[in-house]
């Protein structure tokens, strides 16, 4: 347990310092502007290309995932097999009728309560709107957790369930 | 010799057909687009009740009139048998039921007689009596041959009631399908109900009664009509066809049935009236196989019930006609529900109906998983069957024989109105598509079943957050989901191997009383002390069902393609003492099952009624389908359900043997007195026993796998 507080502590201290960012007191960390900005733009640019090969199958578009993600039974392996699959179905759809996958549009994406209170490296939560709106239109919001990374990368981490529901 | 050449083309021919079916199959259309689905709604009817037209009670007039504004029906079809009737079913009734329409209705309903529909004949009545009545026949009364009933009286009552009432209703025939038992069928062509107008006409069906029902024995090709039955996309049929009558019919079998000189000629003939259809009324028509288990297992020398085999070659004729079945038949109040068991129908398939369905939907892994597991493009219908109420007269609410259309069956289908209104044509693209659900007792009123594929770059929880809030928007406003990614009912999605999708329902258990009388507790749920008015039903659970799709079966492999299922060996249908062979293999799917159970505990109640739910399929990795089923019954509710929640067999009793005791005594007070009575004990019988076990059924989504099997192109 003490190894663990003292990995927690040594991981924001050095997170803290390398990124310049100011870490408030009792456990809350002050990710900063940018981190949260490019997080919010990278995730955004892949959610509105789920359509597009490109970005779909594109590294970055990998890279969104903290390798420990785990969310409903779905491992970082498990998503980037279907980011990958996905990116190379969606050429072929006029000859094999892929259907490919629901699209939606993010809105008011909001990246909140940073902190290292937990166990393990500093998160924060993600929480977005959600809309679809290929004929009739549906809102519903979504709600997940990201990662801060040592490279100083915010990263989906998931909500470490190993069932789906 | 006889014997074989009929069979030889029975099975040729279908082996064509389904050559046919399995090179159009791919590569299979998906799912439309969302944006190209034009906006639809889900209406309520019914394709298969009688008038006095053959043996109904009711007047069509008043039979249409209940339909619509009694039980609330969006949409209607009159479907008489075919064959002859001598009664004149279009004058003014003349016995208990009452002139049409009735000035008041007595408050305490019309009296039960024993004498029901008016019995006027058409020799009486018409202006030059029997020289009116067209074609053959000596009988005096002369009967009329239903093909003029439709043609010249039938038809106009239809179409000034559609107009009337303003709602899509339109003629069809149960008719006596040559081999089999009945069918249900229409032909929209040249009809012209609401919201059309002009005048139209019920030629092409009235020429089809003649030319492919086997009660029909008219010689005359309908007289100045001068029909040919011979058709060009048939050469082989064609050959059968009868130089004097001018269809499929022989000296001394003029219905050209099967027979013991002509075996297997009937469903010859029978295949031949679904290509007759394509051909003709390709996108007016369709052929549904009605209450297909009750008259039991096929038999090449008699017309007899549908063995697997049969709806295949049909399906392989013409898959945009022969589409479904009535595997949830009427007569639901009947003491041997369904009319399956008992008297009469001695061989009903594996003893009689389970929860009100035939054993070839209620059996996970029967025929209907089998026809599934081809891919095929099979749906699931209900009917009422209304002919009379038994002991009760038309305008009393209890029954001791069948419900009227809309009072306990309703077939939910999907009508996409775009700009324009409620049609027909838009009804039977409908009832094609697959994109529909059948309730009894309106378990439920609502229905959104829907498969998406999962979207990776959002949260689990935020794919089954989209899909259920997709679900219940569309539930409450009686429509479907329209998502790219996503199928309903009836519908395909196109996957990569290894997708995860999501299973959407949302569905609403509509609030207050359903149309039964009784509001004494459910003497089902009683017997697991659960008090509940049976009036009004609360759903317990639906069940997600799956199987994998494996292709088509080939005619020429027999024993994938041919088989029986629920063939009662000794004894008669309902007796529990009676003997079944064990299923053939070719009416099974082995890989369907049940996948998942949601209720009260994993279901989200929302005000209204509506409950909705979802769960993730991970990693699918071949070709699979989804249906649902629900019930008020818990699992394990005596004589009623098993542990998996199964229906079981609807009567443990002869059905006719009034000696014997009931299995689900009626306790209450209230209990009405038709029950079945020994010993002063009443049991849950006719009316009480169907309002006390409902059930809902779905027809299937399908995901197709690329790289897997194909599903058969879902027709538009």
Redesign the interface.
């Known amino acids: 347990m003490k190894r663990t507080r003292m990995l927690r502590l040594a991981t924001a201290v050095l997170t803290c310092g390398l990124l310049l960012t100011a870490c408030g007191k009792s456990g809350v960390v002050n990710v900063s502007d940018k981190q949260i900005g490019d997080f919010k733009a990278a995730?955004t640019a892949?959610?509105d290309g789920?359509a597009k090969p490109a970005v779909?199958g594109a590294a970055e578009?990998q890279d969104?995932y903290d390798p420990a993600f785990l969310?409903?039974?779905?491992t970082k392996t498990?998503?980037v097999?279907?980011?990958t699959?996905?990116a190379?179905?969606l050429p072929?759809a006029a000859?094999?009728?892929?259907?490919?996958?629901?699209?939606?549009t993010l809105s008011d994406v909001v990246v909140s309560n940073c902190n290292n209170a937990g166990p393990g490296p500093i998160t924060c939560s993600l929480s977005a709107s959600?809309t679809?709106s290929?004929?009739?239109t549906?809102?519903?919001?979504?709600?997940?957790t990201l990662r801060l990374s040592p490279d100083g990368k915010l990263r989906?981490v998931?909500?470490n369930l190993s069932t789906?529901? | 010799m006889k014997a074989l050449d009929f069979r030889n083309v029975a099975y040729a021919s279908a082996a064509i057909c389904a050559l046919g079916g399995i090179l159009n199959s791919g590569p299979a259309a998906a799912a439309s687009k969302a944006k190209e689905k034009a906006a639809g709604a889900y209406v309520t009817g019914d394709f298969h009740n009688h008038s006095t037209c053959s043996d109904g009670s009711l007047s069509m007039k008043k039979l249409i009139d209940k339909s619509v504004n009694t039980w609330g029906l969006d949409w209607f079809v009159q479907a008489d048998h075919g064959g002859s009737s001598a009664r004149n079913c279009t004058g003014l009734t003349a016995n208990s039921t009452g002139p049409y329409p009735p000035a008041t209705y007595p408050s305490a309903g019309q009296p039960a007689t024993t004498g029901k529909g008016p019995n006027l004949t058409w020799q009486a009545t018409l202006p030059n009596g029997v020289v009116d009545i067209k074609g053959d026949g000596p009988i005096n009364p002369k009967a009329m041959w239903r093909w003029q009933e439709i043609k010249e009286f039938q038809y106009q009552v239809t179409e000034v009631e559609s107009r009337r009432l303003s709602k899509p209703i339109w003629m069809g025939v149960e008719t006596n399908a040559p081999g089999h038992e009945h069918v249900s069928m229409a032909i929209l062509d040249g009809q012209r109900p609401w919201p059309a107008t002009g005048t139209g006409n019920a030629n092409l069906l009235a020429q089809f009664e003649y030319c492919f029902d086997r009660s029909d024995t008219d010689t005359s090709r309908g007289a100045e009509n001068s029909w040919d039955c011979a058709f060009s996309s048939s050469p082989t049929g064609n050959k059968l066809v009868d130089a004097t009558s001018r269809k499929i019919a022989k000296a001394g079998n003029l219905g050209g049935n099967n027979s013991a000189a002509d075996p297997n000629l009937g469903h010859t003939k029978s295949v031949e009236a679904v290509k007759w259809l394509n051909q003709f009324a390709p996108n007016g028509s369709y052929y549904v196989p009605a209450h297909l288990e009750r008259a039991g297992y096929y038999d090449p020398v008699a017309a007899r019930g549908f063995n697997i085999e049969h709806l295949r070659n049909f399906n392989n004729a013409a898959p945009q006609i022969a589409f479904g079945f009535e595997s949830m038949p009427g007569h639901q109040a009947s003491l041997n529900r369904g009319e399956y068991g008992g008297t009469g129908f001695t061989r009903s398939i594996a003893g009689g109906t389970f929860g009100g369905t035939g054993y070839y939907t209620a059996k996970i892994g029967g025929v209907w998983d089998a026809l599934l597991g081809e891919g095929r493009n099979w749906w699931f219908f209900a009917s009422s069957d209304y002919h009379n109420r038994g002991l009760f007269g038309p305008d009393q609410l209890e029954s001791t024989q069948d419900f009227q259309p809309g009072e306990y069956q309703r077939t939910h289908v999907m009508v996409r109105k775009g700009s324009n209104s409620l049609s027909a044509q838009g009804v039977t693209d409908g009832l094609r598509s697959g994109n529909s659900f059948a309730t009894s007792g309106q378990l439920i009123d609502r229905l959104s079943f829907v498969v998406c594929a999962i979207n990776p770059l959002l949260p689990v929880k935020a794919n089954t957050a989209l899909v259920e809030a997709a679900a219940l928007n569309s539930a409450k406003n009686n429509a479907e989901v329209r998502i790219d990614g996503c199928a309903t009912m009836g519908e395909k999605l196109v996957v990569r191997p290894g997708s995860s999708l999501v299973v959407g329902i949302a569905l609403r258990d509509p609030d207050g009383s359903n149309f039964s009388p009784y509001s004494f507790p459910n003497p089902s749920l009683e017997l697991i002390n659960v008090k509940q008015p049976l009036n009004q039903p609360i759903l317990d659970h639906v069940d997600v069902i799956g199987g994998d799709v494996t292709g088509f079966v080939s005619p020429t492999n027999t024993g994938a393609y041919a088989g029986e299922a629920g063939k009662i060996l000794t004894g008669t249908a309902g007796d529990p003492a009676a003997t079944y062979k064990p299923d053939d293999p070719a009416t099974l799917n082995p890989t369907a099952r049940k996948l998942k159970t949601f209720n009260s505990t994993n279901w989200s109640a929302s005000s209204g009624g509506f409950r909705t739910m979802s769960y993730v399929v991970k990693n699918v990795a071949a070709t699979r389908y989804f249906r649902l089923r629900g019930t008020n019954l818990p699992p394990s509710v005596p004589n009623e359900t098993d542990a998996d929640g199964n229906p079981l067999l609807d009567y443990l009793v002869i059905p006719f043997d009034t000696t014997k005791p009931g299995t689900v005594p009626c306790a209450s007070a209230a209990c009405p007195a038709h029950l079945r009575t020994i010993n002063g004990i009443k049991y849950s019988s006719f009316d009480v026993a169907a309002w006390a076990d409902l059930w809902f059924y779905s027809n299937p989504v399908f995901v197709q796998v690329t790289g897997s099997t194909s599903v058969a192109s879902i027709i538009k």
């Open positions: 995730y892949g959610v789920t779909i578009t969104l969310d409903s039974g779905f498990d998503i097999a279907a980011l699959g996905e190379t179905a072929n000859t094999t009728g892929h259907s490919g996958v629901p699209q939606v959600l679809n290929d004929a009739d549906t809102v519903t919001y979504l709600n997940s989906l998931g909500d789906t529901p």
